[in-house]
């Protein structure tokens, strides 16, 4: 098992990137592939939040 400091840096890089691809797709930099990009990561992002919940 993670420490909680751990998986809480995990989670932050994840919304870093997260935020960056959303940015990078809103102004349509990147294409088709950074919106995909970007889905998995929120995806990602928020399955992770819903299991620290949990």
Do not use: P, W
Not at 32 to 48: G, S
């Amino acid at each position: 098992m993670q420490s909680g400091r751990g998986i809480a840096e995990g989670l932050f890089v994840l919304f870093l990137l997260a935020a960056v691809t959303t940015v990078l797709a809103y102004r349509g930099i990147g294409g088709q592939l950074m919106r995909l990009a970007n889905l998995v990561l929120v995806l990602l992002f928020v399955v992770a939040l819903v299991f620290l919940v949990l």
